[in-house]
T-cell receptor
Framework: DAKTTQPTSMDCAEGRAANLPCNHS???????VYWYRQIHSQGPQYIIH???NNETNEMASLIITEDRKSSTLILPHATLRDTAVYYC?????????????FGSGTQLTVLP | GAVVSQHPSRVICKSGTSVKIECRSL??????MFWYRQFPKQSLMLMAT?????????EQGVEKDKFLINHASLTLSTLTVASAHPEDSSFYIC?????????????FGPGTRLTVL
């Protein structure tokens, strides 16, 4: 699976959009971009994933650049409960029972 | 949605004790489950892959005789930390992929905090 690079930490004001970047310059054509988050002392939680088109669900939006070498997770209206470590993971769907490889992630702190 | 549970959520034990952690997929079957370990302020590290009906596969550096894995059924995997020592204190998390699901996502348990005195 391709390696990802994320900023170590970010702050965001409550109610504002949180934009979390991820670089995955070595991504291959069959690899998807997945985002998970981990609230302190809990298991990780799936947020969203995409291949090349932008995606949106009830939690977030995912913007993937045209060359697919980077992406941005957008939380449109951050709340205090969104404070967590956000992990950007690249993986292929083939053999979808494969494990996830977690990098260091981005610690997002939503400030009141 | 799919849920993965873990039991216990927290355990404190004396050095030399064996500790068993259960991981259950509650509304789907999982032929494969994963066990991760997370030390404070670090990321999740894969320890082993639990396979229903066959032996677990371990990541490099993980002692199979110390971290015993049994995938007893399609909804249950157990991790036993044999003769636990203080350095085994960590947050243990299991996950189960729902193969063929709409997002090919993995569902994670809430984790088990192990403290070895």
């Amino acid at each position: 699976d391709a390696k990802t690079t994320q900023p170590t930490s970010m702050d965001c004001a409550e109610g504002r959009a949180a934009n979390l970047p991820c670089n995955h310059s070595t991504i291959s054509g069959n690899e998807y971009v997945y985002w998970y988050r981990q609230i302190h002392s809990q298991g990780p939680q799936y947020i969203i994933h995409g291949l090349k088109n932008n995606e949106t669900n009830e939690m977030a939006s995912l913007i993937i650049t045209e060359d697919r070498k980077s992406s941005t997770l957008i939380l449109p209206h951050a709340t205090l409960r969104d404070t967590a470590v956000y992990y950007c993971i690249v993986r292929s769907h083939s053999g979808s029972a494969r494990q996830l490889t977690f990098g260091s992630g981005t610690q997002l702190t939503v400030l009141p | 949605g799919a849920v993965v549970s873990q039991h216990p959520s927290r355990v404190i034990c004396k050095s030399g004790t064996s500790v068993k952690i259960e991981c259950r997929s509650l509304d789907f079957q999982a032929t494969t489950m994963f066990w991760y370990r997370q030390f404070p302020k670090q990321s999740l590290m894969l320890m082993a892959t639990s396979n229903e009906g066959s032996k677990a596969t371990y990541e490099q550096g993980v002692e199979k005789d110390k971290f015993l894995i049994n995938h007893a059924s399609l909804t249950l995997s157990t991790l036993t930390v044999a003769s636990a020592h203080p350095e085994d204190s960590s947050f243990y998390i299991c996950s189960a992929p729902r193969v063929g699901g709409p997002n090919n996502e993995q569902f994670f348990g809430p984790g088990t905090r192990l403290t070895v005195l």
